[in-house]
């Protein structure tokens, strides 16, 4: 099964500052069809997941541009330039490529 | 606009059986695939199940092979997880996902499933 490490678990960040949460794969998750099936979902408390990216880096529809994400291979990322309060929550990548799908443990990000 | 809205959680014993629905409008649900995911208390999310969009492929996370299974009925517009053989380690809640790029892109607000004796 494919295991996805994300870190920090925990991401204690400030109003308008940047934030990142990195997510790495055991092993790689290029498909055969020639597209890597990562995505990233955001879970507020309370609420259902949502998905902001999926295929690495590509945002999904009314998801603010200040989300980004990037990576290839193994090793992926995702970016929130100015975070805002409405951006607390659990955010998880998931990998698609490989059956069974899996996510990442879950990164926590908190308003310091 | 799209929804999800599942049903049938519950309180069940160890050993039980439970059937989860999910209605599904706002969408082509006969061309989508579909899949089931869960949260657990005070845990991460965890995939449970994907399927075809015609319910002939079907793919399940380990530990519940074997003894949940999904099912469709399109004319319905709807999905079903039945769950047989429910462990304390089943409770969660579960959330029906319409799939696009081998991930959902929308979820509905989830169904609690409690395994208590």
């Not at chain 2, 809640?93 to 081998?102: D, L």
């Amino acid at each position: 099964d494919v295991v996805l490490t994300q870190s920090p678990l925990s991401l204690p960040v400030t109003l308008g500052q940047p934030a990142s949460i990195s997510c790495r794969s055991s092993q790689s998750l290029v498909h055969n069809d020639g597209n890597t099936y990562l995505s990233w979902f955001q879970q507020r408390p309370g609420q259902s997941p949502r998905r902001l990216i999926y295929k690495v880096s590509n945002r999904d529809s009314g998801v603010p541009d200040r989300f980004s994400g990037s990576g290839s291979g193994t090793d992926f990322t995702l970016k929130i330039s100015r975070v805002e309060a409405d951006d607390v929550g659990v955010y998880y990548c998931m990998q698609g490529t490989h059956w069974q799908w899996t996510f990442g443990q879950g990164t926590k990000v908190e308003i310091k | 606009d799209v929804q999800l809205v599942e049903s049938g959680g519950g309180l069940v014993q160890p050993g039980g059986s439970l059937r989860l629905s999910c209605a599904a409008s706002g969408f082509t649900f006969s061309l989508s695939w579909m899949s089931w995911v869960r949260r657990a208390p005070g845990r991460g999310l965890e995939w449970v199940a994907t399927f075809s969009e015609d319910g002939s492929d079907k793919f399940y996370m380990d530990s519940v092979k074997g003894r949940f299974s999904v099912s469709r009925d399109n004319a319905k517009s709807s999905m079903y997880l039945q769950m047989n053989s429910l462990r304390a380690e089943d409770t969660a809640v579960y959330y029906c996902g319409k799939n696009t790029f081998h991930g959902a892109d929308f979820w509905g607000r989830g169904t609690p499933v409690t395994v208590s004796s």
